[in-house]
């Protein structure tokens, strides 16, 4: 807590002093302003996508009553395939986000604020560790800690119902549509269709649609063209001790271990919700699941930690290594200009969009796209554990602790309570009338019709229907009802586990919260205890009274 604090004040210093490029152009307290929105924003971004991934096998009616701007916002974001345009637009958002944040608070060229000595400037300045602790621990690892467990309070507000407007509107430009294409051949690759939750597209839709893949396919491929041009020319930020092709090499390697972090990200919410039966076969991905929820839930969330120190280090290294370098407009110069373009498309070459172009596609949202469709399969790669280890590994340091602190007084002061309070476990919700859903509604089910048959009258020659009595018949289709025995064992074993819950509340509103569950599942107990011994005397009478009919009987 102690590094996030002193990061905070460097970048406020850097800005006050107009070291950065925003505060150079504007004002220092613009500077500062849009810096702290786009820190909330980004709060909201990332808390909000671990609700929306972790919120869809929940039956929303639910906590229709209990939420209802998040009955709202689920109802939109997962009907037919939003929660997929959520993803892309989200991407695309945080690296806008991303960048404006640097505009605002990262050092210029030459920075020296508070008299530091000249190692820790190196340390927190030049390698932009400040601005990576700031944004990293405040804007994105204190929402995922909270909404990986508090999903259904994260998102009950019209600030994440605006923020959902936008992904959606952002994801309909088509600048990422490429990805649904390398999302469609994964499915063939598989030998299986392509899975939607929607109609066929009819014609028109079908032009839109693959017009802009092709126009996203068309950006994505100049931007490659101009970043491996600059690689092989040298023409990058990448450190010079490092030869060309392997900062070729390296590049490909990192967005690899990127698109893993990414998928397991939306694989590991995809599956929080799931009980144990429904979390895979295979053996790696039972691994990985036993390791992710074993004791008390805390390696999701600190998974979300070391996951993002390790991307926040490898979009670094990216970052280094698809920037380009090239000195615009100086005389006798022009020629280093990639492809000859002019020095104004040059230096837009130089900002570093097309390297994070590349990676959002490449490294990121095709990869969150195949793990959403195949979440199950992606959890049985081997390097999905090994992942796993090191992210709670790196965790385990510390280094972004403060993280769990800021979480901690984030929960109070907003008043969050973990999913169960309000929607039951996975395993209670399945013995209730309300189950969780498919991942997918409608993709793995087998759609038909089953026409009951009519009863006929026995008497009539010509088979005249009975008269229906609808209400008999659906009767007829009930389960039958749970014994005594059944409801009182089902009954003490929430009570069993509303009493952990209360016994490992944090806060008071927490606690409140358990006990009155916990007083809720004792008068069902009693109650039923109740009932049982009303059918038991009811039983008896019955009993005596057909035995006095049959006394009657066998008296002359």
Known sequence: MILVIFSVVIVTALMFTENTKLSQDTHPIAALVIMWLGILWMSMVEGGQCSMVGLPPINRELYRES????????????????????????????IFINFT?????????????????????????????????????????????????CMLDYINTHFMTFTLYVTLAIEKTGVMHSCYLIRDMFYHAAGKPVET???????????????????????????LAVTLEALFAGNTTMWEFIPNGVAVV?????MSVVGMLEGMQIAFFAVAKLPKSEQGNHPMARRT??????????????????????????????????????????????????????????????????????????????????????????????????????????????????????????????????DEAYVGTAEERAEGDLPDQSLHP???????????????????????????DWEEITRNLLSAPETFTVRRERILENIRHMRRLVAESVSVNERAAYEAGLNFEIRSLQKLNAEELQEEEEEEKKKKKRLEGEKACLTP
């Open 67 to 94: 939420h209802p701007i998040t009955y709202q916002i689920t109802s939109l974001g997962h009907r037919g395939n939003n929660l997929d345009r959520y993803l892309m637009g989200r991407q695309f958002m945080v």
């Open 101 to 149: 944040i640097n505009l605002c608070g990262a050092p210029v060229e030459g920075a020296d604020v508070l008299d530091l000595p000249e190692w820790v400037s190196n340390i927190f300045l030049g390698s932009g560790i400040a601005m990576v602790l700031t944004v990293v621990t405040i804007g994105q690892l204190t929402a995922q800690v909270n909404a990986s467990h």
């Open 197 to 223: 939750n929607e109609p066929p597209r009819d014609a028109v839709q079908n032009l839109f649609h693959w017009g802009r893949v092709v126009f996203s396919l068309g950006v994505l491929f100049f931007s």
């Open 250 to 254: 390296l590049f490909l390697l990192l």
């Open 289 to 418: 699941c036993k390791l992710l929820f074993q004791g008390e839930g805390r390696n999701l969330p600190g998974f979300m930690v070391g996951r993002q120190m390790t991307v926040t280090l490898c979009f670094f290294i990216i970052a280094r290594v698809t920037t380009l370098n090239i000195v615009v407009g100086e005389e006798g110069k022009e020629d280093d200009n990639i492809f000859g373009v002019s020095d104004g498309i040059q230096e837009f070459f130089n900002m570093g969009f097309l390297g994070a172009i590349i990676s959002t596609i490449l490294g990121s949202i095709s990869w969150q796209l195949v793990a959403s469709a195949f979440p199950i399969a992606f959890l049985s790669n081997p390097m999905v554990y090994v992942l796993l280890r090191i992210c709670l590994l790196l965790e385990a340091t510390g280094i972004c602790a403060g993280a769990w602190f800021l979480g901690i007084l984030h929960k109070q002061v907003a008043h969050f309570q973990k």
């Open 442 to 468: 409608g993709r793995d089910l087998t759609m038909g019709t089953n026409i009951l048959p009519l009863p006929h009258d026995p008497s009539s020659a010509s088979g005249n229907l009975y008269y229906l």
